[in-house]
């Protein structure tokens, strides 16, 4: 039997109708959460920082982490493990994970008009109207994010991507759900052996995916028959050694019968191919109110392939701690508003895991006896030598790593 794929806007009785049709069909319902779920026993990564995945907000940090990039490789690999059994209704995002070569997935959008929405918004969450369409709209975005990174298409209920559109607010739920049913049950859905062997390249393509992901390389694969092939969408520097390194890690795969690489190149492009170190710290918060300084810092330890966010005073800070979770803050002391020893103190209090250094121009003995007791990592003085800093950075990020490897 063949899998059916439901997505839709919130308050589009999506829940509802995906129960009704598991019932009707006996098929097994799996969702978003229960596939992130899968992933962060797999992976070790927080469920929840997996579910921001589907989020439209990408992290500041992320062009440095591939984080989003990776959370999805480890999201189609345990989809594409899932969905080797057959009978299943897929509810949620994921499904936009399946590719469409695999011919037998029914894939089903349920629509409904603004209106309808916001009535149901209402009364399932005891929210006025106001707070219905913001609520609605932040999901839509999400929604439109989503399906725009996977499609390149702006229209999270574009018709080309769906094999059925449904009106939820124009027909009755059982009516929605026996046309499912009846759809469903169709010749064409039925698996073929064209079907199965396209599984069985998803399947691959997505262990291949993760392997590169887990190496630290976040790149599109394909595969046919055990021949995978490698796409680059950005400027290499040095291809021949990068793709001796892709093709020793694919190679090891089993089932893999050839690698092939091939770069996309696009016009004016800009961006040059860059590998994810896990043994450089990635998730640098630099907090600075000298702006010309905080950049150039910046600037400069990026040449040492270490990445950062910067914040020019304390309570942006905060907030980015509480939004993002950096791994390691920079921190300087005299700042207006809420100076360096409070932000040390409220991340200390909050999100102890963070390890802060101290870099200052203006601080005192008194300043580094009470950092260093809050819980700060070290306390640097302007100007810094730049090696200096980067080495405590690194040591600072093991004793991050340490801690993970002991918690997984």
């Not at 070790?44 to 992290?59: C, E, I, P, V, Y």
């Not at 892709?246 to 690698?259: M, N, P, R, W």
């Not at 895991?353 to 700060?376: F, N, P, Q, R």
Request: glycine residues 4%; hydrophobic residues 40%.
């Amino acid at each position: 039997m063949p899998i059916i794929s439901i997505f839709s806007g919130t308050f589009c009785k999506e829940g509802t109708i995906a129960k009704k049709v598991a019932d009707r069909t006996g098929f097994r319902q799996i969702s978003d959460k229960d596939i992130v779920a899968e992933a962060a026993k797999q992976c070790g990564m927080d469920q929840n920082k997996l579910m921001r995945t589907f989020s439209a907000k990408t992290s500041v940090f992320n062009k440095f982490t591939h984080e989003k990039e990776r959370s999805i490789a480890q999201l189609r690999y345990v989809l594409a493990r899932m969905i080797s059994s057959d009978n299943l209704v897929i509810k949620g995002f994921v499904g936009h994970l399946i590719p469409e070569c695999l011919t037998h997935v029914l894939r089903v959008c349920l629509i409904a008009d603004m209106k309808s929405r916001i009535s149901l918004a209402c009364r399932k969450k005891g929210i006025n109207e106001k707070a219905a369409i913001n609520l609605i709209h932040s999901q839509d975005e999400n929604c439109r994010s989503w399906v725009e990174s996977q499609f390149k298409i702006d229209d999270p209920w574009d018709e080309s991507l769906y094999d059925m559109v449904i009106p939820i607010d124009k027909m009755e739920n059982d009516d929605a759900v026996n046309l499912i049913k009846k759809n469903v049950q169709k010749d064409v859905l039925k698996p073929t052996e064209r079907s199965k062997k396209a599984l069985a390249d998803f399947i691959l393509s997505a262990t291949v995916e993760l392997a590169l992901a887990r190496e630290g390389h976040n790149m599109r694969v394909n595969s046919i028959d055990g021949r995978v092939i490698l796409t680059i969408d950005k400027q290499v520097l040095m291809l021949s050694r990068l793709e001796e390194e892709l093709t020793s890690i694919v190679g090891k795969i089993e089932g893999v019968k050839s690698v092939e690489t091939k770069v996309e190149k696009k016009p004016y492009q800009t961006d040059s191919y860059l590998k994810y170190d896990f043994k450089k710290p990635s998730r640098v918060l630099l907090v600075d109110d000298e702006r010309e300084f905080v950049q150039a810092l910046s600037e400069r330890l990026l040449i040492r392939d270490i990445g950062s966010a910067v914040a020019y005073d304390g309570k942006t800070a905060l907030d980015l701690v509480q939004e993002d979770e950096p791994e390691v803050m920079i921190l300087d002391l005299k700042m207006p508003g809420i100076d360096g020893i409070e932000v040390l103190r409220r991340v200390k209090e909050t999100r102890p895991g963070i390890e802060v250094v101290i870099l200052t121009g203006h601080g005192s003995e008194v300043d580094e006896e009470t950092c260093m007791k809050l819980g700060a990592f070290a306390y640097l003085h302007k100007p810094v030598d730049i090696d200096l800093l980067s080495k405590i950075l690194k040591k600072a990020n093991e004793k991050i790593q340490r801690k993970k490897a002991v918690k997984n």
